[in-house]
């Protein structure tokens, strides 16, 4: 079993883009997911680990990017997109102490679900890399912009559907966090 980096987690899943990443190699990532595979789960909104696997892995190496709304210094509202061709949103930076990896987790697409929704593919490997899960808690939600992009299948979203429990859970938990600012 082939594993790559997808180009969008490898853009946003380095240190200073303001999201999770792992410090350590891509050989000792790669070598961490095939020790754990076994393990692996569904997916959010995913119905089997053929499509979109889940991957705990040992937390270390692993740097969250979450900073609690009450130790954020000089919050900024921050014009962003995902990538080019999606659509715009307010991303809320801050300054401030992050908190601690506990969790970490990998989601891997597997080569088909990548083209699906006008997707696709940046390496010939069977599975993709696509978003580094460093976090202080165990099953931290899904991100409830991507969850509606996903919902909706806007570009970029792969299609699923959630719960509005699932969707409540999440609002929740994201209005407690804001993202360290980008370098």
């Known amino acids: 079993m082939k594993i790559a980096w997808s180009k969008f987690g490898r853009d946003r899943h380095t240190k200073g883009k303001g999201y999770s990443y792992f410090t350590g190699s891509d050989n000792c990532l790669f070598a961490l997911i095939h020790a754990n595979w076994g393990h692996r789960v569904a997916g959010q909104g995913s119905e089997n680990v053929d499509d979109v696997c889940v991957v705990a892995i040992p937390p270390v190496?692993?740097?969250?990017?979450?900073?609690?709304?009450?130790?954020?210094?000089?919050?900024?509202?921050?014009?962003?997109?995902?990538?080019?061709?999606?659509?715009?949103?307010?991303?809320?930076?801050?300054?401030?102490?992050?908190?601690?990896c506990k969790f970490a987790k990998v989601v891997l697409y597997s080569a088909n679900e990548l083209l699906k929704n006008d997707g696709e593919r940046s390496s010939d490997a069977d599975w993709e890399i696509v978003c580094i899960i460093a976090s202080d808690v165990e099953n931290e939600p899904m991100h409830p912009l991507a969850m509606a992009r996903n919902q909706l299948e806007m570009p970029g979203g792969t299609p699923r559907s959630y719960t509005a429990e699932?969707?409540?859970q999440a609002i929740w938990y994201w209005s407690q966090f804001v993202s360290k600012r980008a370098e």
Not at 73 to 92: D, F
Request: charged share 35%; aromatic share 6%.
């Open 166 to 168: 699932e969707y409540a």
């Open 61 to 100: 190496e692993f740097i969250t990017t979450k900073i609690r709304v009450e130790d954020a210094e000089n919050i900024i509202a921050k014009l962003t997109r995902r990538q080019p061709h999606e659509s715009p949103y307010i991303k809320l930076e801050a300054d401030g102490p992050t908190v601690p």
